[in-house]
């Protein structure tokens, strides 16, 4: 097989494609020939040597995959050779043949492309935790979404345009334009303006019911400002930590003493809520994942929700797709190709 290695900490360039033996499945697993694999921030902050979750590097990041399904291990009863499957992987994503435990495995659509199945379990199961099971969106809310152009971004759009919540999404001016045609209420560039006095201004002062904020650092604190009463505000990441194509620890660091500290009586007395969420840490909640990943699915095959593929990068560019994220350029989904 072919797989994309971080093979040390730096730079885009430190991304290599090497040969390796295929794996073999074992009992409870699904072998997948990958058609794509979805590329994440996390694996960014992977490669910066920033992501404490990433195994010691060098790695074979990669947190899904979709593909056929070339050979089954023993005891598997629900899949079959031929399958067209998507699946989280558990690092390991950047192959062009990997092995998953069958319950985290997912059958497609017909009609729906790898591409697009590659760009649906990270960012949508993420932005459902966060609206749906956790933040019980409804309609006529508002929603402040980071990143809004982003992976995470455009499917926590989705889910509020089907749920009838009005979102304020914050992104790069470029994106500004096509974030309306698709239905943001406000667009913020929070480069050159104050996200959380806009927010307070378009909303006549209220703020928001929900905030998704994975960018950290100062921005959960302005974040948890921008809440109205009852509001939650969601902290799922920290991208301000990555400040160059390499590590600085300064930068970092600096990230991390701007976070706030939350106290709780302050909380008790605004009403309002802080909840973490790493999809990465509920490995153990596979059943429960693959029930949000099948009404996911169920939504993109009745068009409710149509994932929005960037660009796709062969393995042997796959440095170039750590930097086209890097530099702000993707709107949706980046995925690897074998
Ligand atoms: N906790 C979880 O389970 C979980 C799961 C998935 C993702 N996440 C987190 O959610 C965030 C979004 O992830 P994603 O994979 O969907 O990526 P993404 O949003 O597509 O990330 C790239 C975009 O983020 C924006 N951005 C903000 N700060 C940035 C920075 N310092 N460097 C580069 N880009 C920056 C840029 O868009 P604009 O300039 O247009 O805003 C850029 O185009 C990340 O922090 C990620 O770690 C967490």
């Known amino acids: 097989m072919r797989q994309v290695w971080i093979t040390k900490r730096g730079g885009p360039e430190v991304l290599q494609v090497r040969e390796a033996p295929d794996p073999e499945p074992k009992p409870g697993e699904i072998r997948i020939r990958v058609a794509a694999s979805g590329v994440n921030f996390a694996d960014v902050m992977a490669r910066l040597g920033l992501y404490p979750d990433a195994p010691p590097l060098p790695t074979v990041m990669g947190y899904e995959v979709a593909g056929t399904v070339d050979r089954v291990g023993a005891g598997v009863t629900d899949f079959r050779e031929g399958d067209r499957v998507g699946s989280t992987t558990r690092f390991g994503g950047y192959s062009d043949v990997v092995c998953v435990p069958a319950a985290q495995a997912q059958r497609l659509p017909d009609a729906l492309s790898f591409e697009k199945a590659a760009a649906i379990p990270v ?91 994975a960018v950290g650092g100062e921005s959960f604190r302005k974040s948890y400002r921008a809440l109205a009463p009852l ?62 990943m099948g009404e996911i699915l169920a939504l993109v095959a009745g068009g409710t929700f149509d994932p929005v593929v960037d660009r796709t990068f062969p393995f042997e560019k796959a440095g170039d797709a750590h930097a086209w994220i890097q530099d702000r350029k993707n709107f949706g989904k980046v995925l690897l190709t074998p």
Request: charged share 20%.
């Open 231 to 292: 509001g939650r505000l969601y902290v799922f990441g920290a991208s301000a930590l990555a400040t160059g194509k390499r590590r600085s620890l300064v930068g970092a660091v600096r990230g991390l003493i701007a976070m706030p500290a939350f106290r709780p009586l302050p909380m008790m007395n605004s009403n309002r809520g802080v909840q973490g969420v790493n999809l990465g840490h509920l490995w153990n909640e596979a059943a429960r994942l693959k029930g949000i």
């Open 123 to 213: 960012n949508y199961i993420t932005a459902w935790l966060m609206l749906v099971t956790l933040g019980n969106v409804r309609e006529g809310d508002r929603v402040l979404v980071h990143a809004a152009a982003g992976g995470v971004g455009q499917a926590a759009l989705q889910i509020c345009r089907w749920k009838g919540a009005e979102v304020i999404g914050t992104a790069s001016a470029s994106k500004h334009a096509r974030l309306r045609e698709m239905g943001v209420a406000h667009c913020i560039d929070y480069r050159t303006q104050d996200f959380l006095a806009e927010t307070k201004r378009v909303t006549g002062g209220r703020g928001v019911d929900i905030a998704l904020d």
